[in-house]
Structures are given as structure tokens and as C-alpha cells.
């Protein structure tokens, strides 16, 4: 069964790493069940003002750290155009392949 977090839940603006290590508390233990599973995990930024590098660092590229096997089951969702060039850049920083195109 697919899984939707939205971050809009929680945060509407996601800009320092100590919003990202709690966020990353509540989004780890769902995506190991997605990935056992092998359902699809969506993380939806919809309604989000501002994502940071230091946030997305400390989530979505820390998550795929940790479980490189993630990116068969994890889609981004409403990632600003800026935000998804930060996700980028991090990923290229730390020698990891880019996600596929976000939605």
C-alpha cells in the first residue's frame, strides 16, 4: 500500500537541521516499512514555503545514506524547482546518484 507523508504537516517552512533530524525521526521508521514492503513512499512537499540544503541533507539525503535501496521506492513530490537543484547539489557532494525527476 503506497504511503504519502506531507510534510506540510508538520512544517510549512523547512529550513534548519534540527528541523531535518526530527523530521528524519518521524520519516526513517516509515520508509524501512515501504522498503520492506515495497510499496512506494512519496514525501510530498505541497504547501511548503522554503526547503533548505541543511534540511534536505539531514532527511532525504541522510535516508538514502543509510538505505541506499530506498531510491526503487521513494518519490519526491512538489519540490520547488530551487529546492530540487539544493537536493542535487548535495547528492553530487556527497558522490550519490541524483533521484530520478521529481514530481
Excluded: W
Excluded at 524501512?32 to 534536505?56: C, G, H
Excluded at 541533507?57 to 521513494?74: C, G, K, S
Amino acid at each position: 500500500m503506497a504511503t504519502t507523508i506531507n510534510v506540510s504537516d508538520f512544517y510549512e517552512t523547512c529550513a534548519t537541521r534540527e528541523r531535518g533530524r526530527k523530521f528524519y525521526s518521524l520519516l526513517e521508521p516509515r520508509a524501512r516499512a515501504a522498503l520492506a514492503a515495497r510499496d512506494p513512499l512519496t514525501v510530498s512537499f505541497k504547501r511548503v514555503e522554503f526547503v533548505s540544503a541543511s534540511f534536505l541533507d539531514e532527511t532525504v539525503v541522510r535516508l538514502l545514506e543509510e538505505h541506499p535501496e530506498i531510491r526503487e521506492v521513494l518519490f519526491l513530490e512538489n519540490l520547488q524547482p530551487v529546492a530540487s537543484r539544493r537536493l542535487d547539489n548535495v547528492l553530487m557532494e556527497r558522490g550519490l546518484p541524483s533521484l530520478p525527476a521529481y514530481a
